[in-house]
Every structure is written in structure tokens, then in C-alpha cells.
């Protein structure tokens, strides 16, 4: 009797070190794609920022454009 007492416990201790390790794996598979996550809404929010500093650059170049054909009928 005993015996099976301590073989039990045995198994049971094993099943909880696998769930144990299954949802260890889980969550660090939850961090690996999270940090993943991160890196392209990084690459995203730079491309917006390029594109959003570009755009400011073709106003202004096409503001100073028509200021200059302002002055040039002026004059």
C-alpha cells in the first residue's frame, strides 16, 4: 500500500511539472510573439514618420514654389 501511495504521488508530481512546463512554454512563446509585435509596430510608427516628414517637405517645396510665381507676376 504504501508503495503505491509514494508511485502515485510520483505520477502525479510528474503530470504537474509537465502542465507546469507546457504553460511556461506557452507564456514565453506569448513574450516571443509580443516582442515580434513590438518590432513592427517600431518598423510601422518609422514609416509613418518618414512618410509624415516627406509630406511636410512637398508642402513646403510647393508653398515656396507659389510664392515664388507670386513675387515673379509682381514684379
Known amino acids: ?8 504521488q510520483y505520477v502525479n508530481n510528474e503530470r504537474k511539472d509537465k502542465k507546469a512546463n507546457t504553460k511556461k512554454n506557452e507564456r514565453m512563446s506569448r513574450r516571443l510573439a509580443v ?3 513590438m518590432g ?7 514609416a ?3 512618410n509624415f516628414r516627406n509630406q511636410l517637405k512637398i ?3 510647393e508653398s515656396f514654389k507659389r ?3 507670386m513675387i515673379n507676376r509682381g514684379l
Open 48 to 50: 509613418f514618420i518618414k
Open 59 to 61: 508642402q513646403r517645396e
Open 1 to 8: 500500500m504504501e508503495h503505491s501511495k509514494e508511485v502515485s
Open 40 to 46: 513592427d509596430i517600431n518598423e510601422m510608427a518609422d
Open 67 to 69: 510664392f515664388q510665381e
Open 35 to 37: 516582442e515580434d509585435d
